[in-house]
């Protein structure tokens, strides 16, 4: 009996002591080396792939990196009126430091062209400079998810054509981006009618409001999902 009475003080210890401790959690936003276990994402673009219209806490990257619910750390490196000619030039510099050898994934999402084309240059010649960032990218790394391009309410018809041509050059994908998210999949999103009625757009009807890039986020997410099988 007294041997059973132990037991059951043992028992009684041990249920009322601290539960088993929990790993913590990753954290993969600190300065220096990436913990094992995190994802390495680049934001690279434009003013879209920036976030500018958007609240703080509303910027497409941090809409991302929360949906995607996948410890990383994030870096943005976009800037409003970037061309896609000039994100390949600035690449070797902005985007290649941050690659990390190891991590679970890196993973550049990008957004820009359409500044390309209000410069002057053909959708040819753009989709070139994708095309080629692309390459760069792969042969570092990185994985590439890219998103077509917002129509521009301000673009007179021959620029709009252009433009119209260099999405149809990323949804086609000879560039061999690791996924498209298309952003013609959601109507509302490309009208370029409306879209001070739409909730989606800021008041300068170019950019994104927090609405319209979760419409984006949404659509971004369905890509990384796709290439992202870990």
Known sequence: MPRFLRLLGLLACLLAGPTMAQAPPLVCDSAGGL????????????SISAGVGSSPSQHPDVQFLKALD???????VAVGGRPASECLRLFPSLVMPHYVPGARFNLIVF????NDIAQG???????????????????????VIVSTELPRPDFPPSREAELDNYN????ANLAGADVV?????TPRLVAP????????????TVHLNDAGYG???HLLLEAARAVLSD
């Open 181 to 185: 998210a298309d952003l013609g999949e």
């Open 193 to 204: 009618q409306g879209r001070r009625e739409s909730g989606l757009y800021a008041p300068d």
């Open 70 to 76: 996948r410890p990383s750390r994030l870096t943005n």
């Open 35 to 46: 913990p094992t276990g995190c994802g390495n994402i680049v934001f690279d673009g434009d």
């Open 168 to 171: 149809l050059s990323l949804i």
């Open 215 to 217: 419409e984006m986020t």
């Open 111 to 114: 957004h820009a062209g359409d």
């Open 121 to 143: 240059r053909d959708s040819i010649g753009t989709y070139k400079a994708f095309t080629a960032y692309v390459a760069a990218a792969h042969r570092q790394g990185w994985k």
